[in-house]
């Protein structure tokens, strides 16, 4: 068993089938229990008519003879063995990809024979075996189970029912790939934009090319990984947790802009203070020279210290965003982790 295109699989098997035919008993005609038959005497034997009704292709092994063979046994019963290899469609719901499970289907009815003539039963005995070397690239094999499809054919076209029978597929989506290739390097992204929450206020450069190097690689790495899904109208469990991811740096960017705005404001409103004291002393044209030499002497000294304790004073407030940054925003994650694994992978 393989898995093919995005909703489909392939299979490789053994099918067998079993019927009783009263024209082939031989009685004591011949001193043998069974007659072993090839391919050579299937078209003068009948064969059930049995066709996939989900099966979008396939082809019967045929090296070095063909995979056929077929046993008549003494009381009339007949057994057909037959090696294909089968792909069939399985529509799948991708809503929890990549933390999904699926059940396919393979689907086996009568074409031309409605169930007053051949009805198709599963063995009673362990009707169906599977490899237990079975290995896919994606999904682990949980199950197999053996089901009726009666219920699920469109036979509108035609009149009366036929016989289905139905093997179902329980897959699991295997997380390793996903782990790796996505949840982990996107988990470590949105962690290194929080080193910006440690960086001085002062270091605009570092944090902004730290900050905007995040939000380009988790841009780059949501569409990388968007452009493997199957086109889907719905939104996945994947694109939730690259869009959180993304919300995360992005708002790592906004709240550095938020602290250099506090310094900016500060340090304009110390310019505004400045200009205010200029423009005022230039016009006081009425004071006489030892007051304006007195001005002189203790202004600049009251300026700076006031422009020195404002600009502070802004840098403080900064600090207090960067420090409540440092504690909401891995807590934050870590609760949107906590959201999110146990909503996925509960069964």
């Not at 099966?55 to 092994?61: L, M, R, T, V």
């Not at 600009?311 to 965003?321: D, H, S």
């Amino acid at each position: 068993m393989s898995s093919g295109g995005p909703m489909d699989f392939t299979v490789n098997m053994f099918l067998k089938q079993q019927w009783t035919d009263f024209r082939l008993h031989f009685h004591d005609l011949v001193p043998t229990q069974i007659f072993e038959l090839d391919s050579r005497f299937l078209r003068d034997i009948w064969i059930p008519d049995l066709y996939f009704v989900n099966g979008k292709g396939g082809s019967i092994h045929d090296i070095t003879t063909p995979n056929r063979l077929i046993h008549v046994y003494r009381d009339a019963k007949v057994k057909y063995n037959i090696r294909v290899s089968m792909s069939f469609s399985c529509p799948m719901d991708l809503t929890n990809y990549p933390l999904d499970r699926q059940i396919c289907y393979i689907d086996m009815a009568s074409f031309a024979y409605t169930k007053d003539k051949l009805i198709f039963r599963w063995s009673p005995i362990q009707p169906i075996r599977r490899s237990q070397n079975i290995k896919l690239p994606q999904f682990e094999l949980i199950d197999i189970r053996n089901a009726s499809c009666e219920h699920s054919l469109d036979v509108a076209s035609f009149a009366g029912d036929f016989s289905c029978v139905r093997a179902e597929l329980h897959l699991r989506r295997q997380i390793g790939y996903f782990g790796v290739q996505v949840y982990v390097p996107s988990a470590s992204i949105v962690g290194i934009s929080w080193i910006s929450f440690w960086l001085d206020v002062d270091a605009v450069p570092a944090r902004i090319s730290l900050n905007l190097l995040a939000v380009l690689t988790m841009t780059t790495q949501f569409s990388s990984v968007r452009d493997k899904l199957p086109s889907v109208i719905y939104i996945t469990a994947l694109d939730i947790w690259m869009s959180v991811c993304l919300l995360f740096v992005i708002c790592s960017l906004v709240e550095f802009a938020l602290v250099n705005v506090l310094v900016r404001q500060q340090v304009k409103q110390v310019g505004k203070v400045s200009k205010r004291q200029r423009l005022s002393k230039h016009s006081d044209s009425t004071n006489n020279v030892e007051t304006i030499v007195e001005k002189h002497e203790c202004a600049p000294d009251e300026t700076f210290v006031s422009a020195t304790v404002t600009i502070l004073r802004g840098k403080l407030r900064a600090k207090k965003v960067d420090k409540s940054a440092r504690i909401f925003f891995p807590l934050a994650f870590a609760f949107f982790n906590l959201a999110y694994w146990c909503s996925y992978l509960s069964p």
